[in-house]
């Protein structure tokens, strides 16, 4: 019996920030780009947005340094992040299975729709290209399952049943055509 209500209410463990070594490749390049690119491009027109005068109704002045704010900002969380991610990079030993980094296929039990989607990291999400969170519900699902198998994930719209087509830890060559998803990869 719980008596104190504070224990029911303790916050999670801090879990480890994972990536792919993809993922960690476009933190680094989304990096490089902000400070030797954009932020010297941005640090000029500022400079030259102050050489017009009066700096408290220069538009282009104001606008330049709340920029350059945000990609110093942006710089410094990727700095940070880059330094506290754990990067992923082998296969598992079991490569029928669901694991961080794997790229699914999946039947939509109910209406036939073939899905395909890569389980990723926070900072890799990109849901039109197929890149979920390991966080997300359906992620959450699929880990640990094998292909052939069926699992029943409660979904936002409800409960959906998929079957595991396929399991790849390499880049698999999906074909374009056959299916809606399949552009994801």
């Known amino acids: 019996m719980i008596e104190n209500d504070s224990e029911t209410k303790k916050p999670l463990p801090r879990r480890a920030h994972l990536i792919t070594p993809e993922g960690l490749q476009a933190l680094k390049d989304e990096l490089d780009f902000l400070w030797r690119k954009e932020r010297p491009k941005v640090t000029q027109e500022v400079s ?3 050489k017009l005068g009066d700096r408290s109704e220069n ?3 104001i606008y330049g340094k709340k920029r350059l704010r945000q990609i110093d900002g942006r710089v410094r969380f990727l700095r940070k992040r880059v330094e506290a991610i754990t990067v992923v990079d082998r296969s598992p030993a079991d490569v029928n299975k669901i694991f961080f980094g794997a790229w699914v296929e999946l039947e939509d039990e109910d209406s036939g729709e073939i ?3 890569r389980i990723v990291g ?3 999400i990109d849901l039109p290209n197929g890149y979920i ?6 992620a959450r699902g699929l880990l640990g399952k094998s292909v052939d198998d069926d699992v029943t994930v409660n979904l936002p719209k409800g409960e959906v049943t ?3 087509e396929a399991v790849h830890y390499q880049r698999p060559d999906w074909d374009a055509s ?3 998803s399949a552009r994801l990869f």
Do not use: K, N
């Open 48 to 50: 030259d947005a102050a």
């Open 59 to 61: 538009a282009e002045y």
């Open 115 to 117: 899905l395909r989607y």
């Open 122 to 124: 926070e900072d890799e």
């Open 133 to 138: 969170s390991v966080d997300a519900p359906l």
């Open 162 to 164: 998929y079957f595991i």
């Open 178 to 180: 056959s299916s809606r």
